[in-house]
């Protein structure tokens, strides 16, 4: 049974950092070929694509919204992290990691509707 679990999640003030991490288990790990992406729901929106890696390659993607602020790694995806800095009132959600097996015409898969597992997810929130 796969499984992902995220942690890291608190409160924060604007400004502040957090680091995120989202532990993997029951994939075929030695297979090293997984898309893992952070999507976020803040409170009364749609759920929305954050980052993700891929462990082929260590290709990588951001929203315009965090890029230059987050930064996205991985081992192996057995853990994947999100270190998450300058944080703002409007980066408030419940985070979640989720995973896809890479296609192989693809590097990397970032689309919400492609992924095939999903964490609970964590809560961060930024006070202003």
């Known amino acids: 049974e796969v499984q992902l679990a995220e942690s890291g999640g608190g409160s924060v003030q604007a400004g502040g950092s957090l680091r995120l991490s989202c532990a993997v288990s029951?994939?075929?790990?030695?297979?090293?070929?997984?898309?893992i992406g952070w999507f976020r729901q803040a409170p009364g929106k749609e759920r929305e694509g954050v980052s993700c890696?891929?462990?082929?390659?260590?290709?990588t993607f951001y929203a315009a919204s965090v890029r230059g602020r987050f930064t996205i790694s991985s081992d192996n995806a057995k853990n994947t992290y999100l270190q998450m800095t300058d944080l703002k009132p409007e980066d408030t959600a419940v985070y979640y990691c989720?995973?896809?097996?890479?296609?192989?015409?693809?590097?990397?898969?970032?689309?919400?509707?492609?992924?095939?597992?999903w964490g609970k997810g964590t809560l961060v929130s930024v006070s202003s």
């Open positions: 029951g994939l075929l790990l030695d297979d090293n070929d997984y898309s």
């Open positions: 989720a995973a896809k097996k890479n296609p192989a015409w693809a590097n990397i898969i970032y689309e919400e509707d492609e992924m095939d597992y």
């Open positions: 890696i891929s462990t082929r390659d260590e290709a």
